[in-house]
């Protein structure tokens, strides 16, 4: 089955700074790329996704960014702000096409101001 | 986005009682919900596959007579927790696809278990 490695597990950042977290695959026919938000006692929000047809997706501040020859998918956070502390998954279709998403282990943002 | 409904947000209960969790998709019809458990600080685990009208899938290691998966509508999946225990204390979440062949997942507010 797939497996996906997330890094860092802890990220602290001053408030307007940037925040990169990586996700790496090892299945190459992986096709959908999602990142999820979770707050403290929610179910995690899908953020932003993308596709293996496009490298690269932005939505306001945040944008993902995926590198399908060396198997990783990055999310990029700029202008931060404590609002943005948070834990952050990437996922991956676990197999086929409208299977169920594994997870990474998560990121846990902290955006000091 | 889609809206998936989970109720109740948290339930506190006996040891040996039954807890029932319910997932609803308010705006769309999810032949197909899934069923994760979340431990603090941990990513989530995949449970089980919800199927409208057929039989739940369930992952290795979990037990199928202790987590009782009903998907009995295209909108409605439950998850029952059966003679629930304090190992079974845990954050549920369920989550929906549309059925119309999109591959966001989107995922309910979650229940906090605390078995006493």
């Known amino acids: 089955g797939e497996n996906v490695e997330q890094h860092p597990s802890t990220l602290s950042v001053q408030e307007g700074d940037s925040a990169v977290i990586k996700c790496t695959y090892s299945d190459s026919a992986s096709n959908y790329f999602p990142w999820y938000k979770q707050e403290l006692g929610k179910g995690p929000q899908l953020i932003i996704d993308?596709?293996?047809?496009?490298g690269e997706k932005k939505d306001q501040r945040i944008a993902v960014t995926l590198n399908k020859t060396a198997k990783h998918f990055s999310l990029h956070i700029t202008e931060t702000q404590p609002e943005d502390s948070a834990v952050y998954f990437c996922?991956?279709?676990?197999?086929?096409?409208?299977?169920?998403?594994?997870f990474g282990k998560g990121t846990t943002l902290s955006v000091s101001s | 986005g889609a809206v998936v409904s989970q109720h109740p947000s948290r339930v506190i209960c006996k040891s040996g009682t039954s807890v029932k969790i319910e997932c609803r998709s308010l705006d769309f019809q999810a032949t197909t919900m899934f069923w994760y458990r979340q431990f603090p600080k941990k990513s989530l685990m995949l449970m089980a596959t919800?199927?409208?009208?057929?039989?739940?899938?369930?992952e290795q290691g979990v037990e199928k007579d202790k987590f009782l998966i009903n998907h009995a509508s295209l909108t409605l999946s439950t998850l029952t927790v059966t003679s629930a225990h304090p190992e079974d204390s845990s954050f549920y979440i369920c989550?929906?696809?549309?059925?119309?062949?999109?591959?966001?997942?989107?995922f309910g507010s979650g229940t906090q278990l605390s078995v006493l």
């Open positions: 989550s929906a696809r549309e059925d119309r062949g999109l591959e966001k997942l989107f």
């Open positions: 993308i596709r293996s047809n496009v």
């Open positions: 919800s199927n409208e009208g057929s039989k739940a899938t369930y």
């Open positions: 996922a991956l279709p676990r197999s086929q096409a409208g299977t169920a998403l594994i």
